[in-house]
């Protein structure tokens, strides 16, 4: 008889970390005010940069969310929903679920409307219709993007993820008109 053995990926204590001051405060600081827009972390491979993120993700606690929603919508926070979430609910209390706060890796080989979201072409062909497959961006919203090697991304996503943090939303339009 065979056993079906899940792999349960171990993170580090953040508190075990040792060293790296500096850089598990900004961590902190950005984890109890989110606002601050992020941090951006430096240092020569070998000095627990990745570490330090994923183990802070994990003291972080469960975070609200709309059930089946790709953008991680707070069912709290109804001035905030997505278009989705607002035709959906309109007003009314939508589900929910409560879920750890994901740490999404974006890859060097990224393309922008693998980061950002693009037309679901398979949707297109199928129905005859348009609809908006959302990115990383969007599964990152209300978690972690975590950008290894940020000097091999192309120029044009760094600005777009720069654009994202700072503005706070990424709008996606298609000449002029969102979608």
Known sequence: MEFCRIKKRFVY???????QEKMKKALLLNAVNPRLGGVLIRGEKGTAKSTAVRSMAA???????????SYQCDPFQPRKLCINCRAAYNGETPPLIWRRVQVIDLPVSATED????S??????????????????LARANRGILYVDEVNLLDDH???LLLDA??????????GGDLL
């Open 114 to 117: 693998r980061v950002v979201g």
């Open 13 to 19: 204590p953040f508190t075990a970390l040792l060293g």
């Open 119 to 136: 037309l679901d072409f398979e949707y297109a062909v199928k129905h005859g219709g348009r609809r908006f497959e959302p990115g990383l």
């Open 165 to 174: 943090a700072a503005l706070g939303v990424n709008l996606i339009g298609e």
């Open 157 to 159: 996503l760094v600005d």
């Open 59 to 69: 003291l972080l606690p469960e975070i609200p969310v709309i059930a089946g929603c």
